[in-house]
């Protein structure tokens, strides 16, 4: 089993929906990492968040510790989000990141 | 600045040939990291370096992967001799501390050995 875990793997959504990725991991962490992966290729940090929630214009990340869970919010959703999302954590023990196999969501106007 | 720099953009060579990819961190970060990612595989951690000393190589697949930084604006990853199973993305990144904090990334290599 996988450290952490994502769904769903694909995602569609008609321009305006409102998108939620979900992130579960199974090991105790300093940090868990939001990363964004356009079709180009370049991956960009969304968020970085070891407690509660984040907020950055239309997306919002929280985290529940307790539940080893994270989520991604993406309010009135556009085509120009469509890309891979990424979740990766940092591992308590390590000073490494163990990321998640990513989720392709596909905005259509 | 600049960002994470990354040369060559793309590589494509034939079986057995040395491979070097160049990575140039953010002026100032003192964590760099090597990344590959594969369709199979997603992206995986090959080695990280603190203050150009390397700190974990545990995901380098085999001796054939070596990286080196020799100062604080400069690193390599080199693969010889390369195999077709090597063929991936190459991402470099910096970070000010450690995994804890936001990671920055070059815009990676795509390489392809046939």
């Known amino acids: 089993k996988n450290e952490v875990e994502q769904s769903p793997q694909n995602l569609t959504a008609q321009e305006g929906e409102f998108i939620t990725i979900n992130c579960s991991y199974s090991v105790g962490i300093s940090a868990l990492h939001w990363l964004q992966q356009h079709p180009g290729g370049g991956i960009v940090s969304l968020f970085m968040l070891s407690s509660g929630k984040k907020k950055h214009g239309r997306l919002i990340a929280t985290i529940n510790i307790q539940e080893k869970h994270s989520s991604l919010h993406i309010t009135a959703s556009h085509p120009r989000d469509s890309a891979v999302y990424i979740c990766a954590v940092s591992r308590l023990d390590t000073d490494k990141l163990i990321f998640g196999t990513g989720t392709r969501l596909q905005v259509f106007p | 600045d600049a960002g994470v720099i990354q040369s060559p953009r793309h590589e494509v060579t034939e079986m057995g040939q040395e491979v070097t990819l160049r990575c140039k961190p953010i002026?100032?970060?003192?964590?760099l990291f090597w990344y590959r990612q594969t369709m199979m595989r997603g992206l995986e951690l090959l080695i990280y370096f603190n203050n150009n000393v390397p700190i974990d190589d545990s995901g380098m697949p085999e001796d054939r992967f070596s990286a080196k930084m020799p100062n604080a604006s400069f690193s390599t990853l080199k693969i010889q001799p390369s195999e077709p199973r090597d063929s991936a993305v190459y991402f470099c990144?910096?970070?000010?501390?450690?995994?804890?904090?936001?990671?920055?990334f070059g815009p990676g290599t795509r390489l392809t050995v046939l």
């Open positions: 990144a910096s970070s000010l501390i450690d995994s804890r904090n936001e990671q920055f």
């Open positions: 002026s100032g970060h003192d964590y």
